[in-house]
């Protein structure tokens, strides 16, 4: 019998997705020193909804829900993790809060364990602990430093991202990508709109530039902010789409652990735009990375058939 958990499928997704996000994040920098946070993901979320409408047609795109419930709660928890991922950037270190984000194939291992009671043989365990090892030599040793109530948030967003990669396929088995595309940008577009009604309420003193990314409320944009917003927009329609597929094809704690080349992809793509260079324990850290990717895939292969006696 063909295995329905297609681990290489999956992988795929997975890597075209890391090199179109590690490509439109590098672009957020742009983004963040003139506008603030709550408008960017109102106007990429209206944005990414328009050109899926315009796309679901011709494609044949289902966007219905079948279970309204299970796609507003997944959407809720991946919205509100990627909420607190960017959230952090305010007042912490990029490499502290994104080593806290990729704990989550941590948690997706814990939970699929505990919860779904799905058996995790040695080489996942291996493979999870051997890719984070390689984040935190990419990200460097101040990724970990400190301890405190705001170095817990990043964590925090790792472990919603878990369980948000996990409900893609417990909670939502019979939905459709366009679907769960859907319902990850409406919950986006919601909280966008939720933060910008809160600021114009209650005014704070506003940073220039990126530093006033969380705070910042309604400006009026330029032309760069809606070129870099629609390119961020069309890049992470596709890009999540690879990444739901992803994890229609294979279980949770398989696929999560393909998600560490976000990481060297995003590198790569910092070299070739901003000339960012990385050391040689990066470069380890990339390979630390690979191997964990290998590993699962190598695990995770069915068995070979056999012949059986007449």
Known sequence: MISQDRTRAAAGFILLYAVVIG??????????????????HLTRSVMALAILAAVAPALGLRLRPVDWRAVAARSAIHGTAMLIYFGA???????????????????????????????IGPVRVLAVLTGFAGVLLV????????????????????????MGNIATRAWCPQESAGTLLGGFFVALGVLGAAGLAVLALVSLPVPEGPDGFVMRGFVV?????WFWTFVQAAGSLFAVGMMIRAYQAATASRVSVFEYVILPASAIWGWLLWDERLSP??????????????????????????????
Do not use: C, H, K
Not at 142 to 154: K, T, Y
């Open 23 to 40: 490509f439109t994040d590098n672009y957020v920098r742009v983004i963040a020193d003139e506008a603030g946070l709550w408008q960017f």
């Open 89 to 119: 950037l305010a007042f912490l270190p990029v490499a502290q809060v994104a080593a806290g984000l990729f704990t989550a194939p941590i948690f997706v291992l814990v939970i699929s364990r505990f919860v779904y009671g799905e058996r």
């Open 139 to 162: 990200l460097g040793p101040e990724a970990m430093a400190g301890a405190s109530f705001a170095a817990g948030l990043p964590v925090l967003a790792g472990l919603l991202y878990g």
């Open 221 to 225: 944009p330029s032309q760069d902010f």
């Open 281 to 310: 324990v990066a470069a380890a850290g990339m390979a630390l990375i690979a191997l964990a990717g290998i590993a699962i895939a190598v695990g995770s292969r069915p068995p070979a058939a056999t012949a059986t006696p007449a």
